[in-house]
């Protein structure tokens, strides 16, 4: 609230008859409009709404308990990506793990590409293997190069021991320790 304080008259007059007028001073009382102020606040915080976290969607194959009826994908349309020790990729076409080729994460784009455009786009299917030494960095690397070349179908398994072995035999090969 608004206060108005009277200061007392001094008794000094400057002349006969003239009266000195009293000074008024003024105060304002700022809490009602800072309780305001922080109402203002509480309200607009509560009535906004806040981001949505955005996730990517994921499709997840059924369980199933015999072998035979899991997910089959043709050989000719399948290209399989593994992923190794020291940002090494390699890549392999169909079944045959033994045409294994190394490559890295500029030529592996080029690869997908190619490999997509000369496959019927309902058999086209990556495979992607990291091994116990690749990591997260270049697993997370590999998912976004299956979003830029609009992937559809790609599969994250898990490394045979045939496959493991080949792919460090390959490492070996290529100077990687």
Do not use: C, W
């Not at 399948?78 to 045959?96: M, N, P, R, S, W």
């Not at 490999?115 to 299917?125: A, G, H, I, Q």
Request: no cysteine; net charge negative; charged share 30%.
């Amino acid at each position: 609230m608004a206060s108005i304080e009277e200061s007392g008259d001094s008794g000094h007059k400057k002349g006969p008859g003239v009266k000195k007028a009293k000074r008024l001073s003024t105060q304002v009382d700022m809490t009602p409009m800072v309780d305001l102020g922080f109402l203002l606040i509480t309200f607009f915080i509560f009535s906004t709404t806040m981001s949505q976290p955005t996730t990517m969607s994921l499709i997840m194959p059924k369980d199933t308990e015999k072998e035979e009826e899991q997910n089959k994908i043709k050989a000719s349309g399948a290209f399989t990506i593994l992923l190794g020790k020291a940002d090494g990729v390699y890549f392999y076409e169909g079944e045959d793990a033994a045409a294994l080729q190394a490559s890295d994460y500029k030529k592996i784009r080029d690869e997908i590409i190619r490999k997509k455009k000369s496959t019927d786009p309902k058999d086209f299917v990556v495979v992607i293997k990291p091994n116990d030494e690749a990591n997260y960095r270049n697993m997370v690397a590999i998912l976004d190069e299956m979003t830029i070349n609009e992937v559809k179908k790609f599969a994250l398994v898990n490394i045979s021991p045939q496959e493991n072995e080949l792919l460090v035999q390959t490492e070996l090969a290529n100077g990687v320790q």
